[in-house]
């Protein structure tokens, strides 16, 4: 589960495994999406994520910014995609992902 407070800047980060091995994502695309619910056909969000190193060890970023992340306070979901250099979509990750209420000042 993913839990950020609203207009937060945020980095995420993730190891894309398959069985409990790290996957060699090199030269793969990474997309991170935020919907109401699994299956909407618009997300609330979509972001491009970063491979971190070289790749090898499936480790890969995802940075949300203060604009990003203004949407409203409840529970979504999220997924993380990867597209892997040989065309193939690899659902990575999916989860609860939860905006919180923030002070406003």
């Given amino acids: ?6 207009k937060e800047d945020r980095i995420l980060t993730f190891t894309v495994t398959d069985g409990g ?3 060699d994502i090199s030269g793969s695309t990474i997309s991170f999406k935020v919907s109401k619910r699994f299956g909407q056909t618009t997300p609330t969000l979509t972001v491009a994520g970063a491979i971190v190193g070289d790749g ?3 480790q890969c970023t995802v940075t949300l910014t203060d604009t990003q992340t203004d949407i409203t306070e ?3 979901v999220y997924e993380l995609e990867v597209t892997l250099s040989s065309g193939l979509v690899y659902i990575a990750k ?3 992902f939860t905006v919180k209420r ?3 000042v």
Avoid: F, K, P
């Avoid at 589960?1 to 609203?6: E, G, K, L, P, T």
């Fill in 1 to 6: 589960m993913v839990s950020i407070y609203r």
């Fill in 21 to 23: 091995v790290a996957v």
């Fill in 56 to 58: 090898s060890a499936g």
């Fill in 74 to 76: 409840g529970n979504y």
């Fill in 94 to 96: 999916q989860d609860y």
């Fill in 102 to 104: 923030r002070v406003e």
